[in-house]
């Protein structure tokens, strides 16, 4: 089984930028694809980025060229640097791991904010 734990959200002003971040522990050796999804309220959850083992990120078209996500191996972790935060973005987001098999994984959440 594959665990993951994320760290990063707050509160941020309109235009402002955070970085959250996931580790992972377990069957890591599994994990084919890892990616970040939010859910705002009374919304279903999107997909905002994923990133496949050895392969190129993909974005919703809402975050494209303000947000990216970047997985560090050695550390078991996937980043995502969100910049010109809107408050449209606020939600909270979830970190998710996709094995070879095609089970999920996800953190448990963390709540990001933008706000004046």
């Known amino acids: 089984q594959v665990q993951l734990v994320e760290s990063g959200g707050g509160l941020v002003q309109p235009g402002g930028s955070l970085r959250l971040s996931c580790v992972a522990s377990?069957?890591?050796?599994?994990?084919?694809?890892m990616g970040w999804y939010r859910q705002a309220p009374g919304m279903q959850r999107e997909l905002v980025a994923a990133i496949p083992s050895g392969g190129s990120a993909n974005y919703a078209d809402s975050v494209k060229g303000r947000f990216t996500i970047a997985r560090d191996n050695a550390k078991n972790t996937v980043y995502l640097q969100m910049n010109s935060l809107k408050p449209e973005d606020t939600a909270v987001y979830y970190c998710?791991?996709?094995?070879?098999?095609?089970?999920?994984?996800w953190g448990q959440g963390t709540q990001v904010t933008v706000a004046s």
């Open positions: 998710n791991a996709r094995t070879y098999w095609l089970s999920d994984t």
């Open positions: 377990g069957n890591i050796f599994t994990i084919k694809v």
